[in-house]
């Protein structure tokens, strides 16, 4: 069973404009919600996270939306750099325990 | 600290062998995970310790999987007579049990098996 999901396999963004990377999941209950970057023949990075009690978390360029209600969540760059190239995994769980990862949005910034 | 490392980064075996793979965390983390993960899929869930002990198990994918964390340090997965279906690419994380940022995952770069 696919708890989160992230339906867009890969995402192609011209430098300077905005990225939006969707994810979506099936249990009420999970109370965190993480965005990992992935590079080849790398880990996972943790980049960014937001909790169940807020609804927009920033970093920097990086901003991360929950809306509860849909069980959705986006994270989104502005502004995108070509360097930001890589495979982005929401993962949503519980705090302190396992966290079920999506499958993955492929990423490519055009300079 | 150098982060969370494993080894082999590759490993090639015949189907019915014995693999173990090793996981280092960070030093200050106490908690740690394996993950296994397959082509064009996210990272699954496969078991963690917290110190020495195994606190959630029964998401390993058979009784051929087993995972050990002796002195509460590095880890071992070990994967009985293989499989070619146990191809993917194995990954390790770590993290504080306990704090702010305790649902921060550390990954290490994953050691690849290949089963022929």
């Known amino acids: 069973d696919q708890q989160v999901k992230q339906n867009s396999p890969s995402l192609s963004v011209q430098e300077g404009r905005i990225s939006i990377l969707n994810c979506d999941y099936t249990?009420?209950?999970?109370?965190?919600f993480l965005w990992y970057k992935k590079y080849p023949a790398e880990g996972p990075t943790f980049l960014i996270s937001?909790?169940?009690?807020?609804d927009k978390n920033e970093d920097g360029r990086f901003t991360v939306f929950l809306n509860k209600s849909a069980k959705h969540l986006s994270l989104h760059i502005v502004p995108s750099q070509p360097g930001d190239s890589a495979v982005y995994f929401c993962?949503?769980?519980?705090?302190?325990?396992?966290?079920?990862f999506g499958t993955g949005t492929s990423l490519t910034v055009i300079p | 600290d150098t982060g969370v490392s494993q080894d082999p980064r590759h490993k090639i075996t015949k189907r019915g062998q014995n693999v173990t793979f090793r996981c280092d965390p960070i030093?200050?983390?106490?908690?740690l995970y394996w993950y296994r993960q397959t082509l064009g899929q996210g990272p699954e869930f496969l078991t963690y310790?917290?110190?020495?002990?195994?606190?959630?198990k029964s998401r390993l994918l058979s009784d051929r999987f087993s995972a050990e964390r002796p002195k509460g340090s590095f880890s071992t997965l070990e994967i009985q007579r293989t499989e070619q279906g146990d191809s993917a690419m194995y990954l390790c994380?770590?993290?504080?049990?306990?704090?702010?940022?305790?649902?921060?995952?550390?990954f290490g770069p994953g050691t690849r098996l290949t089963v022929t």
């Open positions: 030093s200050e983390h106490n908690r």
């Open positions: 937001i909790s169940s009690i807020k």
């Open positions: 310790f917290q110190n020495e002990a195994q606190l959630e």
């Open positions: 249990n009420s209950m999970f109370d965190y």
């Open positions: 993962a949503a769980g519980f705090t302190g325990n396992q966290f079920y």
């Open positions: 994380a770590s993290s504080l049990a306990f704090g702010s940022n305790s649902y921060e995952q550390y």
